[in-house]
Structure formats: C-alpha cells, structure tokens
C-alpha cells in the first residue's frame, strides 16, 4: 500500500506474453499496489500521481523463481539444520530474501526448510512488512520417507534430532496425509514431496525412488482438498512418472528423465521446474572447495545427464518453469540460469517466459504477478539493455519494485542497493 499513485514511465516495455517491445509506456499504479493501466507517455501524468521514470531502461514483469530455498545457510559440507539454531536459520532467510528481490526476483516458491514452518515465518514477516523480500509459497517442511533425500541424513544412528527437523518423515500414506494436513493448516501453502534420492543428501541415490505412487498421490489428493499443489523432487525416471501419474503439479530437477518420462510431461501438461545453474556453480571456479568426493562425483554425473534432459524437454515443448534450487549456490544470483536455458536450446523471449507467465501459471498465481497488466501486483524490474538480444542482461537489475514499492533503485546519482 501506498498513499498516492503512481505513474512509472518505462523508457522500453517488453510484454513477455507476445514478446513485443513497446517505446515509451506508463503503467499506471493505484495504491494498493496494483497496475490500473498501461498508457501512453504522451497522455502525461496524471495529476497527485507519484512520477517514477525509467525512461532509458527495459521494464519487465518481476521475475519468479519457482524452486529456491531461502532458510537456512547456504549449503555446506556439513548435516543440514544440525550446527545453526531455528533462529539462526530464519535470520539467515531475511539476508537471503533481501539478496533475491534485489536480483529482480518478486515472487519464489521455497520448497522447504530442514526446520518445518520456518519458511513460512520469513513470508509472513514479508507479507507484514517487517522484512523485505519477495511474494512466496511455503512448503513448511519436505515430505520423505525416513533416510529419504529430505531427511536429515549423516548423523550418528543415536543422535535424536528434534520433531521439527524431522517434520516431514512418513512411512505410509495415512502418514502423508496426516503430514500433509498439519503442514498446510500450519502456515505452508503448497506441498513438496521428495520423491527420489537426492544429490547433496550423503549416500542418496539421485535415481532411486523413495515415495510411492500412492503416497504422492494421497498427497496430491489431500493438497487438492486444500486448494494447493505438490512439487516432486525427481531426479530419476521412475520417480518422476509415479509423480506425474499421481497428479503433482511439478516435477523438480528430472536429471535422469527417459524419454517416456519427457513424454508423459509433455502430454499431461505437468510443469517441470529445472535446475542448472547451481550445478554449473558448483562445478565451476566459484564453487566449494570442501564438498564430500562423493557428492561432486553425483554432481558431475547429475549436471551432465540434467542439460541433456533439459535440451529434449525443449525439443518436446514441455511446460518449463524457471527453477534454480537457490540456496544451492549464492541467494541473489538467480538469473544466471537464463543463460544456461538459452545454451540449452531456449530462445531468451522463452527463457523469460519461465519465469514470468509459465512460473505464475505453475503456482497458480496468473491472476497476480507473471504480466504487467490491469489488476497484476506492480511487481516490475528495469535493466539498460535489451535482454531480447542478450539475456545476461537480467543479470544486472538497475530497478526493482514490488507492488508498486521500490525495492531497488541504480540509476545514475542514486546509490546501488545493499
Ligand atoms: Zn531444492
């Protein structure tokens, strides 16, 4: 909310939904944060109207990122949750939050934390204003089976660890759906299912499955009743068609997809949310130097088989949403992983798209962010060249801005934000 309108002029306005640029556009935002119109500059500014102007830049609708994970400290060597504090945690989302929307990011689903709700408190300090950060669907907690890829895994077998580390741990489908119940009348507003090993847990198997196809689909089932969705960790074939078979929104990572698993992607419509980037990072010169042999060699194997995948996904035109398992690799680098979608084969209009109408329609949110149109949150970001014809241009955001409230501002005489 704000107490006048606003008027932002936009030097350049891409519309993502049929890729045109538009010279000199005003959007027009009432003080619920919401655009009202997108007029011409020649119309002038209408009288009281707060005059934001971004002439010079190309505005775009704010990104989204549909898998991140902004609790917690960025990943380690070490077990997660077990040497920082719930407190700690949270605290560490507030910096990781800041960092995202400084990035240009407006929206993110976090698809878990190791400590259950806490996501869902850094959204609610967000939401009151306490805190400065993007919109955001919590899943509270993950959902696996005990061992699972979301479990704790790496401690001795007589540490006992607390319920809230461990919240998500079923081991049969009427304990899905007792999870899945309190999880969603706790706070989270979507639901995440690990349902394959996983890369960075120690001694996972990417490929193997860990949930049945019953359980994701008791937790599909109950999330419906709820009016949500269940994202589903896969980096194997199996699991990601048990997945897809049971209903889940979204398959996440799918290293390791067969082409019938690409197949029933494409011919269900399922989204799937891939990751590159953070292997990329990982793999590269910035990445960590005390990571386990173990699990660069899954990382190595993994990366290699996921931009194989992803290139036939393209090929197949599955629904593809901007997903980069921030949290992974440094919070605030997110929009590295256009470039790797584009050397995956995506044009940069369809990059983009990933992470504005294809990301809101995944989260079901096309009605509030994705576009900037009549009724859309003014959720908006501005970078001086034309990301059409390089998309690493998305890498360097000079304007951000939330619901109409600037979260960011670059331009020249104005000093960067933090
Ligand atoms: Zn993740």
Redesign the pocket.
Known sequence: MSDRALAIRAGRLLDVATGTIDDDRVIHVGIDGRVTAIGSGADGIPDGAADVDLGGLTVLPGLIDT?T?LIGDVQTAGVPATTTSGAEEALLGVRHARQTIAAGFTTVRD?GPFRAFTDCALRDAIDRGDVVGPRMQCAGAFITAPWGGGDVVGLAHDIVLPEEVRFGVVRSVDEVRERVRRLLIGGATMIKCIGTGAVLTRGGVPGAPELSEAEIHAAVEEAGWYGTHVAV?AHGAEGAKRAIRAGARSV?HGSYLDDEAIAMLADTGTFFSVDLYDGEWALGPEGPTDWPAETMRKLRESQAAAEAVMAKAIERGVRIAFGT?SGVYPHGLNARQFASYVRAGMTPLAAIRTATTMAAELMGWSDRVGTLAPGRFADLFAVAGDPLADVTELERPVFVAKGGQVVRDDRKGRAPAA
């Open positions: 898998h994970h698809l960790h996440e398992d």
